[in-house]
């Protein structure tokens, strides 16, 4: 069974940092590709990030330069920096392998607000 759990979101003022971890089990992490998706209150998910197995990494343009997004494939882990945080950051964020979103977790709310 495939489970996805995320961690490390809050409040945070604007400007500030979070990491945001996201513990998998259930398939071959190592090899998949790891992705990050957000939703904000009242809109549709959002792809943010991807991570592939050889750690070629992808972010939409919006998140470019304030986001990274890495993997520690012995603790079957991948992880999302944010840096400068904004407002419109303010999301639940969820992990998943390759884009299968119907396999995301709880997810983990970031609230960016001062």
């Known amino acids: 069974e495939v489970q996805l759990v995320e961690s490390g979101g809050g409040l945070v003022q604007p400007g500030g940092s979070l990491r945001l971890p996201c513990s998998a089990s259930?398939?071959?992490?190592?090899?998949?590709?790891m992705s990050w998706a957000r939703q904000a209150p009242g809109k549709g998910l959002e792809w943010v990030s991807s991570?592939?197995?050889?750690?070629?990494?992808y972010y939409a343009d919006f998140v470019k330069g304030r986001f990274t997004i890495s993997r520690d494939n012995p603790k079957n882990t991948v992880y999302l920096q944010m840096n400068n945080l904004k407002p419109e950051d303010t999301a639940v964020y969820y992990c998943?392998?390759?884009?299968?979103?119907?396999?995301r977790g709880q997810g983990t709310q970031v609230t960016v607000s001062s």
């Open positions: 998943a392998p390759g884009r299968s979103w119907g396999l």
């Open positions: 259930g398939f071959t992490f190592s090899s998949s590709v």
């Open positions: 991570i592939y197995s050889d750690g070629v990494t």
